[in-house]
């Protein structure tokens, strides 16, 4: 079961790149919840795949420090679900439940994406740590990161258009 969790029931064994495959699905299936489920059940089931992840991926590394398999992408999945939460808490919060536009996961999936890759800081930091944690760490830290950065590209997008009115 935790191998299962670990690869996202599959996605990690998809070629090439399976943490963009993992994103990819991740995004698609997290803008789905938030869609017909709500928010609160976006918050819940990340809150969820996160705890599940670190479990399946302590596991799966017991007797593998310092390993970060390709394949396992129950991180990528709980970091890209982070980078969602931000852009649907804004619209949640002005009262448009169910309702984020597609530049928003467009955005969370590419910022993600480019966080994950370069590693910047703090999620560089988390992938250095060599252990079980540290694989879902830099993720999450991912995940924050492209989630403000995807809050504010879209002030900076929509901020000239109302300073315009």
């Known amino acids: 079961m935790t191998r299962l969790l670990a690869i996202w029931f599959g996605v990690g064994l998809l070629r090439p790149a399976p943490g963009t495959w993992g994103s990819l699905v991740a995004v698609l299936l997290g803008w789905t919840i938030d869609r017909y489920l709500g928010f609160p059940a976006l918050v819940t ?7 599940l992840g670190f479990w399946a991926v302590g596991v799966e590394l017991r007797d593998r420090p310092g390993d970060d398999p390709g394949e396992f992408v129950i991180d990528e999945v709980a970091g890209q679900w982070i980078a969602l939460l931000l852009p649907a808490a804004a619209f949640w919060a002005r009262g448009w439940e169910g309702w984020l536009p597609w530049p928003a996961p467009l955005a969370a999936f590419l910022f993600f994406r480019l966080f994950d890759i370069r590693k910047p800081w703090l999620v560089g930091r988390a992938d250095r740590r060599g252990d079980a944690a540290g694989v879902m760490l830099d993720d999450l830290w991912a995940g924050l990161f492209a989630g403000i950065a995807t809050i504010l590209a879209a002030a900076a997008w929509h901020l000239p258009l109302i300073l315009m009115r």
Not at 45 to 51: E, F, K, Q, R, S
């Open 45 to 51: 089931a990340t809150v969820l795949v996160t705890l």
